[in-house]
């Protein structure tokens, strides 16, 4: 365990062993001046390292000399702007970073490569960050919310920033988890709910010491502080009739509450805001679009460098189920493609990936194709809403490596990632995502679900990088000396989860099959095909899906640049995956596979159950291989993953067997 845990946290993927081949060196750390708190945090990582394995710790002004030492980490102006260069010469390793951030994340770049950055001599290796900001947003709330809890759409536990109604006296454990993303790359953090209730609307004002404790804990990492606002802070805070963007006492209102902001916090980032979705507050109450309503608070946060985060995640959550034309997945594009230009350059249009809701198969939304002159970040779900809950094994690493480097835009030669970094030349915005930790001892409910945190991170940072190689990353750091069947094993488990859990949920595109009562756990076919929340499959005797062609259905593909506009419009080219999402299709319509529709819903479920059940063998084989509470849970949730994957498998067979009178050909049972 690390010291700055408490014994019954689990130290992830940063225990005392991962640091043993740095600690075991003579390290030199060469800081120069204004290395700030970030600098001490690079000479505590290596103080710490040496002292548990025998190494030594040299820290100077200047690196003069490597004479004496095996790895030396140092600040110069010849370091990369962001980031770090890695070179091993004359049997010394050496790291050089423009600042002290960039440092920190070459020191780590070391502890991953372990052993094998002390090995042979080797040219300069650069690590620069793929987009600017690397932000986790988290949805915790300071009051217990009575529906979504403490934390909304949380999986772990309660939150690590409040309790009993204010933030922790004690954050010992935000400074363990700010580490956890030094390390990883991750600088921004949002640290209350986008659905801001009363409590976290005072975090601006009231509340704003206690954030500035939290963004002391932060700030030692190269991770800066955020805050979630209402759009009627303006009335609920301030006592105004009125959050008009136009109204000047609002937009004075605004620059009086950044000016408090900045003065109690002078690295502040700026504010992340929902408007005019499901149920929150906007601009269009008042006659005003959503460049109006983000340029008023970008305006206010401008002379101190802050940053408005503006999700686009805004749709009529209101809709008539009867009314076949209107689309969830058209709205953001409608609302927003038009004010392409509109936005200050302080304003980043926050997109989810996918034009619906992190369901776990969706195109990516064509919004962060069609505002060139945007700064745009997108916005991925690490809590697994959709996903399992972090009581399945579901690693979605693979998930956001196709989404990041999917060739969106400029005739299918730029990739999201590009896009989102303003590459190569264009507004950069960043990736943000949905945090999945909690005050639980393992940090994300289930152990395996550290994974994605990690994987977010490193894929933030390098959106090219294999995730199977990452999830080898943090196997390696996780379980550092295990034996090698411990390896095989999770990725036996993790590798291809994501792929298993789609085959025994939605199917081939289709969305929202999960439960509304149960927190979007569990199966429910029709759980929301009747509400005001949108419709998501039309399934009736003849066929299921949804249409979304321009010739004969809501117009979605015709959102798309081409040639995906086409692809996506045409059944003979559409892929299987996304068929459903994009076309309504005869049961026995014939897929690439060679497989029917309905054949392909029979096959996948049963064999994804055969594949989960096979996993409670593999994991039991590695009883006393691993920590003994980490293996009891783990087994705990594959216990409760067999038993979800059947549900999941028996309700949608036998409910597409009712609706289409077509047996499945392989006689399996069928309810």
């Known amino acids: 365990m690390n010291d700055t845990t408490s014994p019954s946290v689990h130290p992830a993927w940063l225990p005392d062993a991962a640091f043993a081949p740095l600690g075991s060196r003579r390290v030199l750390v060469a800081l120069g001046p204004d290395a700030g708190p970030v600098g001490a945090t690079v000479v505590d990582e290596v103080r710490r390292a040496t002292t548990a394995h025998g190494g030594s710790l040299t820290v100077a002004d200047v690196a003069s000399t490597a004479d004496g030492h095996d790895l030396v980490l140092r600040v110069a102006p010849d370091g990369p702007e962001a980031g770090s260069t890695r070179l091993r010469t004359g049997g010394v390793t050496v790291v050089v970073a423009g600042d002290a951030t960039g440092l920190l994340h070459g020191l780590h770049d070391v502890v991953r490569t372990g052993e094998s950055a002390f090995g042979a001599d080797h040219p300069p290796v650069v690590s620069r960050p793929g987009s600017p900001v690397r932000m986790l947003d988290h949805w915790d709330n300071i009051d217990v919310h009575p529906v979504m809890g403490q934390v909304e759409r949380g999986y772990a ?11 922790r006296d004690d954050l010992s454990r935000v400074a363990a988890y700010a580490r956890l993303l030094g390390s990883i790359g991750v600088n921004a953090v949002a640290i209350n709910n986008v659905n801001v209730h009363r409590a976290e609307a005072r975090l601006l004002t009231d509340g704003l010491p206690d954030v500035a404790r939290v963004a ?5 990492h190269g991770v800066r502080t955020y805050l979630s606002v209402s759009f009627a802070s303006p009335v609920t805070l301030g006592g105004l009739s009125t959050s008009d963007p136009a109204d000047p006492q609002v937009q004075a209102w605004w620059a009086a509450a950044a000016d408090r902001v900045y003065a109690t916090i002078p690295d502040f980032g700026g504010f992340v805001v929902k408007a005019d979705s ?11 679009d959503h460049a109006d309503g ?28 009867r009314d076949r034309r209107t689309d969830r997945a058209r709205a953001a594009y409608d609302h927003f493609a038009p004010l392409d230009g509109r936005f200050d350059d302080n304003v980043v249009l926050q997109v989810k990936y996918g034009p619906v809701d992190f369901q776990t198969r969706e195109p990516i939304s064509p919004v962060l194709a069609a505002m060139p002159r945007t700064r745009l970040a997108v916005e991925l779900q690490v809590t697994q809403e959709y996903t399992g809950h972090q009581k399945h094994v579901c690693y979605l690493g693979p998930l956001w490596s196709q989404v990041l480097t999917f060739p969106l835009a400029d005739d299918a030669t730029r990739a999201v990632a590009s896009i989102v970094a303003g590459l190569p030349s264009g507004p950069a915005g960043g990736i943000t995502a949905v945090s999945n930790v909690g005050d639980d001892e393992f940090w994300t409910g289930h152990p395996l679900a550290q994974a994605n945190l990690y994987a977010y991170g490193r894929l933030a940072w390098s959106p090219e990088a294999d ?8 196997i390696g750091l996780t379980f550092p000396d295990a034996d090698p069947r411990v390896r095989s094993t999770l990725h036996t488990l993790m590798d291809e989860s994501w792929l298993t859990y789609e085959a025994y949920t ?7 099959m999960v439960d509304p009562l149960r927190g979007h756990y569990g199966p429910n076919v029709d759980g929301y095909e ?8 039309f399934a009736d005797r003849d066929g299921i899906g949804v249409d979304r062609t321009v010739a004969t259905g809501t117009g979605f593909a015709g959102q798309y640049p081409s040639p995906w506009r086409e692809t996506y419009e045409d059944l ?8 459903l999402f994009f076309h309504h299709v005869p049961y026995g319509h014939v897929l690439h596979s060679g497989k029917t529709v309905i054949q392909h819903i029979y096959d996948t479920r049963a064999d994804a159950v055969d594949v989960v059940t096979s996993w409670v063998e593999e994991w039991a084989a590695l009883h006393g291989l691993v920590d003994e509470r980490l293996h009891a849970r783990v087994a705990e949730r594959l216990t409760e993953q067999v038993r979800s994957a059947t549900e999941w498998r028996d309700q949608l067979r036998s409910y597409f067997s009712r609706k289409s009178g077509v047996p499945d050909a392989t006689g399996r049972p069928i309810y």
């Open 294 to 321: 983000a340029n008023l608070l970008a305006r206010a946060l401008r002379p101190h460098g802050g940053t408005v985060f503006w999700r686009a995640f805004v749709y009529n959550h209101e809709q008539d189920w």
């Open 216 to 220: 002391d804990v932060f700030r030692p």
């Open 467 to 474: 995730p199977v190689d990452l999830l080898d990353e943090w």
């Open 278 to 288: 499901e149920g929150q507050p906007g601009p269009f109450a008042y006659g005003r």
């Open 530 to 537: 009747y509400s005001k929340w949108g419709t998501y499959h």
């Open 157 to 167: 536990g309660g939150s690590i920033f409040y309790a009993d109604g204010r933030v």
């Open 572 to 579: 003979a080219t559409c892929p299987d995956e996304l068929l």
């Open 506 to 512: 939605a199917p081939l595109g289709v969305g929202f």
